[in-house]
């Protein structure tokens, strides 16, 4: 870690410290923090429900949340086959890079019903190849755009408010998204503010936190769900919850970036936003092992281009070559539908799956170039040698993209992630597998690999071999 990634661990330490004299709170040593992206506590089912050691026990209290976390991520990949490349292609000689994000969560309870929740992240480093050139990347917390700034900002700041249906109350899990140690069994739930729509969308307790688990873009997140974000990941919008004691469904309303991968978010809910819907089904299909079936769609409002428009403009010699963004402003519409599974073996084993599709017609414009995927692992705890809070797995995913889609790169158009200049099409498969470790308190240190086949879809290209090293703090 550099002198600036210190000095701002430093700083974090020096604000709850503060924080927690002017509250006058007492510590609590076994309230241990359960993840840095953690789902809501009906999702956490599996080995990812045990609780974990922290550097910094927390507060005692629920009307305040203060926590933090570091993630340190080292990743190289030695030379593959590349007989040509293009502008968005992977680099095919060996190299090596590495990223860090902090996270300061905090948290003010105001009522039993209603409290406010605010985080402040620094990101730093850089991707392989600055993320370009493949559509499953390797590091889901390298930020795209290697131009934005370091200074820390703002990720999170919502508003949420919790309406009780029913009388009966059951114990939560206080979570930095969720500080009620006691919620309703029947219950409306509002968001509002600036979120991450992955932090409540598509979560899935063995592959959803790069922290602990997988690595790559496509294996945490369902990676035809081109959900709404900016560059860093998060936008301004509101989510309404329903939960009951097996079904939940959960809708969110979202702004979406002005340009494809855009930093700047578009207010104008007319013209540009996104509505996803997700409805999640509880089992028990095992004796005392409750499965999870989501079900997710979403719909894009946004000025998109056209894959079949963009290679017909090309072929008339409108374009020197194949041109997403030439067009002139307009409302297209993007969906897709999505589906994620766990099931529990026992108390320390599970499996998990992900399908997704979207129309690939228009352009991938918030996450990744995905028009579908199909995603089958494997996650468990250290419980059975006796390390409860070590964590295990293996997963293999592949995605793919739409003949309009395929073509547009074959004759030479970019994405924003993609284009070697030619392609020879062919799924990107990739196999991940990972080990995290708990070493001393807080500290969790963890090796995986990845092996890529046709990278960027491209059977001419790779395959591409990835090993990694993570180091992730715990406050």
Known sequence: MNRRSLAHCGAIVLAWTFVVSLAGAPLFAQDPYPQEVPSPPEAETGPATDSIPVFLPHLSTDRLWISGQVNIVSQ???????????????????????????????????????????????????????????????????????????APYVARLMWHQVFAL????????????????????????L??????????????????????????????????????????????????????????????????????????????LPRERAENLEVELRGSFRK????????LSFVNHANMGSYREAVQNFEAGLTARPDITAHSFRTSIKYGLGAN?????????GIFGRWGWNEGRQESYAYTEVDSTAEIGVGASGRRWRRKFDRIGAVVVSNGISRDHQKYLALGGFGFLLGDGRLTYGRETIEEAY???????????????????????????????????????EF
């Open 435 to 473: 080990y995290t470790m708990h070493l001393w308190r807080g500290a969790y240190p963890s090796i995986g690999v990845e092996h890529i086949s046709n990278p960027g879809y491209n059977r001419d290209r790779g395959p591409l071999v990835v090993p990694t090293a993570r180091l992730h703090l």
């Open 76 to 150: 190289w990949h030695p030379t593959f086959t590349s007989p040509y490349s293009g502008v968005n292609s992977l680099s095919a000689p060996a190299q090596d890079a590495s990223s860090r994000v902090l996270t300061l969560y905090t948290g003010l309870r105001l009522t039993k019903s209603m409290e406010l929740l605010c985080d402040v992240q620094e990101t730093g480093g850089h991707g392989l190849g600055e993320a370009l050139g493949l559509a499953g990347f390797t590091n889901l917390d390298v930020v795209r755009n290697p131009s934005l700034g370091k």
């Open 166 to 189: 029913s009388h009966r109350q059951s114990d939560s899990a206080r979570t930095p998204f969720s500080l009620f140690s006691k919620l309703p069994d029947r219950r409306l739930e």
């Open 288 to 295: 005392h092992q409750e499965g999870i079936l989501r079900l």
């Open 341 to 349: 599974f766990e099931q529990p073996v026992n108390d320390w084993f």
């Open 191 to 268: 968001r509002f503010g600036k979120f991450g729509v992955a932090d409540f969308f598509d979560l899935n307790t063995y592959g959803s936190d790069s922290n602990f688990q997988f690595m790559n873009w496509t294996v945490d997140n369902n990676g035809a769900y081109d959900y709404a974000a900016d560059t860093r990941g998060f936008t301004f919008g509101a989510i309404l919850e329903y939960h009951d004691r097996h079904l939940a469904l959960r809708f969110a309303e979202a702004l979406m970036p002005k340009v494809a991968n855009g930093i700047h978010l578009d207010a104008d």
